[in-house]
């Protein structure tokens, strides 16, 4: 079993850009695929980005493609999201989701993740 934690949410203007990160309890981090998924008020939980265990393989919704960044560090437990160019749309609370896997397939449904963090709340003004 792994505990996630998010950090890093705030306020920023568009254009503005934040690092999530969420860090994983526990000493198996290297064997869960991670994922970024975010819901908007009045909103279902929607897909952002994936990593492998290895970080090798990368997954991204295409509303952030090219703008936000997933990455692992797995001395620390801990994986990141990198948002840059960030726009009003992009608010919402982002949350941190783990599977067991050794696959390089990554998924971007929710019921394939596990275990899932409280979220961080990220608020983009106009």
């Known amino acids: 079993q792994v505990q996630l934690v998010e950090s890093g949410g705030g306020l920023v203007q568009a254009g503005g850009s934040l690092r999530l990160s969420c860090a994983a309890s526990g000493r198996t981090f290297s064997s869960y695929a991670m994922g970024w998924f975010r819901q908007a008020p009045g909103k279902e939980r929607e897909f952002v980005a994936a990593?492998?265990?290895?970080?090798?393989?990368?997954l991204y919704a295409d509303s952030v493609k090219g703008r936000f960044t997933i990455s692992r560090d797995n001395a620390k437990n801990t994986v990141y999201l990198q948002m840059n160019s960030l726009k009003p749309e992009d608010t919402a609370v982002y949350y941190c989701?783990?599977?067991?896997?050794?696959?390089?397939?990554?998924?971007?449904?929710?019921?394939?993740?596990?275990?899932w963090g409280q979220g961080t709340r990220v608020t983009v003004s106009s």
């Open positions: 990593i492998s265990w290895s970080g090798g393989s990368t």
């Open positions: 989701a783990a599977r067991t896997s050794y696959s390089s397939i990554l998924h971007n449904s929710r019921p394939e993740y596990r275990y």
